[in-house]
């Protein structure tokens, strides 16, 4: 059974830099075939897809985040980190991780980490 947790601060200054973990367990994210996503629901908004890494390392955005956004990875510890630049209060939202299959389906998930942007 995979399971994701992300973790990190809760609350981010306007114009610094939000940074988020996810620590996957149960399988290991350089698993052939897997992309590890990023995804993001606002208040009273539907789920965003910000960006994945893949099993392979290979990183794919979101068109309109793409100029603020960066994921990486740490393969010894089997976790993922997106970094959100130059945040303002519109990116306050619920982030979770996920891992989508080949099929395109987010298949796991994780509980989700409120992320609010204020001063």
């Known amino acids: 059974q995979v399971q994701l947790q992300e973790s990190g601060p809760g609350l981010v200054k306007p114009s610094q830099t939000l940074s988020l973990t996810c620590t996957v367990s149960?399988?290991?994210?350089?698993?052939?075939?897997?992309?590890w996503s990023w995804i993001r629901q606002s208040p009273g908004k539907g789920l965003e897809w910000i960006g994945y890494?893949?099993?392979?390392?290979?990183?794919h955005y979101s068109p309109s985040l793409k100029s603020r956004t960066s994921i990486s990875r740490d393969t010894s510890k089997n976790q993922f980190t997106l970094q959100l630049s130059s945040v303002n209060p519109e990116d306050t939202a619920v982030y979770y991780c996920?891992?989508?299959?080949?099929?395109?389906?987010?298949?796991?998930w994780g509980q989700g980490t409120q992320v609010t942007v204020s001063s």
């Open positions: 890494i893949s099993y392979s390392g290979n990183t």
């Open positions: 996920a891992r989508t299959s080949a099929r395109w389906e987010n298949d796991y």
């Open positions: 149960g399988g290991s994210i350089t698993t052939n075939y897997y992309y």
